[in-house]
């Protein structure tokens, strides 16, 4: 038998996390963004919104918007920092371990909160893609 | 300023406590098996802890045993009962609100054979008497069910259901796990008809680890753990004599400050009840009035999530506890807030507050300019909004 988590989880956040979810610096509204995406985890019920404000296939301007816990704070806000002046081809590439890192990692029970800021970031640009089909330069990398 | 409301969970021991506990850590040290002074010292310090316990309850000396809290008497309680009864029938009756220290002594006997019947609660979190009546069987030998529910704070009619099993024919047996309940309203074991009362002394401003189980006389009990007999056949190994001493010295202060206190913190809870209400989108979980402990206030802010909201208000120095999916490793909203019929979207943002008798009106003043701002300042930031909920 191995040990497992209690019942209300020992959890311990790393300062780095903790420090972003109590300062994000890229949480909000947008008005008139490229694209926004939405997604929500079946796990937990939250909801992560984000939004993209796209330029000639660069990022210039994202923010989001979290109904969850401060690993989903702290994790959509380092998203967006993260692909906030890259290109599209160049967030595509992102990783999730990348967003984790960032944030001095992340406890196990809540990668999946880095998960959905992710896969926010998917859908938000594999909808700008779609929007763009055909009528500009075609998806690269 | 630091504000403290997480009193559910656990209390800070009172002065008085620590300086009765004091000596039994360097001079009164002894074992309470031999009968030399220092052992005697011991096992008398034992027998009073027991008396002023037992007066509390309105039970005698001998029918109290000491445990390491509330979870361990579950345990001690349920499964002594259910093994020591098996003959005469395999099914247990409990609800559907119980702590995990019920919840999961049960299914583990369900594992081994026994059938539970998990009672529901109505949308207050009172347990439904009359589907009681409906599962009682031939083969039923044990209902446990808390006084009062810890999340939600509702008082569980045991005094009706204790009436309910002792008109039975048939006698079975009545556990009630007062941990949430002890300190807040009044426990007497005649009046509520109950064999078995679990107690934790960590919520009343006693010390951690130690509790007590209360067994009726002759209520026929096997022992789940073995070893080596000090005072209790129930309870194997040395006990925590500064622990026994503690907890009967914060019984003695709950029972001198019974009444102010039970006003104090209701006067409190009244006060963060109606400010909470004036936040739109709030919900109370729970009863109102004389059927809500005193301590409780269970609130969910629709349209945002309570592990955040509790590390915004740890920020402004408020420490409470959140029902949200998020704050588990199950990643599941609690199990009472779901009993009680609360979507998954709005027991996420539940925040309890849970008093004592050393919260002041200073302190509910600032929760209560703290908590709007907080709410607010969460909602901006949320996908989703409070009235679509
Ligand atoms: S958002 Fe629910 S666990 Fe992180």
Redesign the interface.
């Known amino acids: 038998m191995t040990v497992e988590?209690?019942?209300?989880?020992m959890?311990k956040y790393s300062e780095k996390l903790?420090e972003r979810?109590?300062n994000?610096k890229h949480?909000?509204e947008m008005e008139n963004p490229t694209v926004v995406a939405?997604e929500g985890d079946p796990?937990?019920?939250?909801?992560?919104?984000l939004y993209l404000k796209i330029e000639d296939d660069r990022i210039v301007d994202a923010k989001f918007?979290?109904?969850?816990?401060?690993?989903?704070?702290a994790t959509g806000d380092m998203t967006v920092e993260l692909v906030k002046g890259k290109t599209v081809a160049e967030a595509e590439r992102l990783q999730i371990k990348e967003i984790a890192d960032a944030l001095g990692g992340l406890p196990l029970?809540k990668m999946?909160c880095a998960v959905l800021s992710y896969k926010t970031l998917k859908k938000a640009l594999a909808e700008y893609r779609k929007s763009r089909a055909g009528s500009v330069s075609p998806p690269q990398g | 300023m630091r504000v403290y409301l997480d009193n559910g969970t656990t209390t800070p021991v009172a002065p008085e406590v620590v300086e009765a506990m004091l000596p039994y850590f360097t001079e009164k040290f002894g074992h309470p098996v031999f009968p030399y002074s220092l052992g005697q010292e011991a096992a008398d310090a034992v027998e009073r802890a027991q008396e002023i316990i037992a007066r509390s309850i309105n039970a005698r000396p001998e029918e109290v045993v000491f445990t390491s809290g509330a979870t361990q008497a579950n345990d001690m309680a349920i499964r002594g009962v259910a093994y020591a009864n098996r003959n005469r029938g395999r099914h247990l009756i409990t609800t559907k609100v119980e702590n995990p220290s019920v919840l999961r002594v049960c299914e583990r006997l369900e594992k081994e054979g026994f059938r539970v019947d998990y009672l529901p609660v109505d949308a207050e979190g009172f347990v439904d008497t009359a589907e009681l009546e409906k599962r009682l069987s031939d083969e039923t030998i044990l209902v446990s069910v808390a006084n009062v529910n810890d999340e939600i704070g509702t008082i569980e009619p045991v005094e009706e259901i204790g009436e309910i099993l002792r008109e039975r024919q048939r006698k079975i047996y009545f556990h009630v796990n007062a941990a949430a309940g002890y300190g807040r309203v009044e426990v007497d074991v005649k009046k509520i008809g109950a064999d078995l009362v679990s107690l934790s002394a960590h919520k009343i401003h006693g010390p951690k680890g130690v509790g007590a189980l209360y067994v009726a006389e002759g209520t026929p009990i096997e022992p789940v753990y073995f070893g080596y007999i000090s005072l209790f056949n129930l309870r194997p190994g040395t006990e925590n004599i500064p622990g026994i001493v503690g907890f009967g010295r914060a019984v003695e202060l709950m029972m001198e400050n019974f009444e102010r206190d039970v006003a104090h913190m209701t006067r409190l809870r009244d006060r963060l009840i109606s400010g909470f209400e004036e936040i739109p989108h709030t919900l109370i979980n729970g009863p109102r009035g004389k059927k809500r402990s005193p301590a409780n206030v269970s609130c969910s802010f629709k349209g945002l999530e309570g592990e955040s909201m509790m590390l915004h208000l740890d920020l402004n120095g408020i420490s409470v506890a959140t029902g949200s999916a998020c704050s588990t490793t199950k990643l599941e909203p609690s199990h009472v807030l779901t009993a009680i019929g609360l979507k998954a979207a709005v027991a996420h943002g539940t925040i309890r507050f849970t008093l004592s008798r050393y919260n002041t009106e200073e302190e509910i003043d600032y929760t209560l300019s703290v908590v709007p701002r907080v709410v607010e300042q969460l909602r901006r930031i949320s996908p989703v909004k409070p009235e679509q909920l």
């Open positions: 988590y209690t019942e209300r989880g959890l903790l979810f109590r994000p949480i909000g939405e796990q937990c019920g939250d909801m992560f919104r918007l979290s109904f969850g816990c401060a690993a989903n704070i029970i999946h």
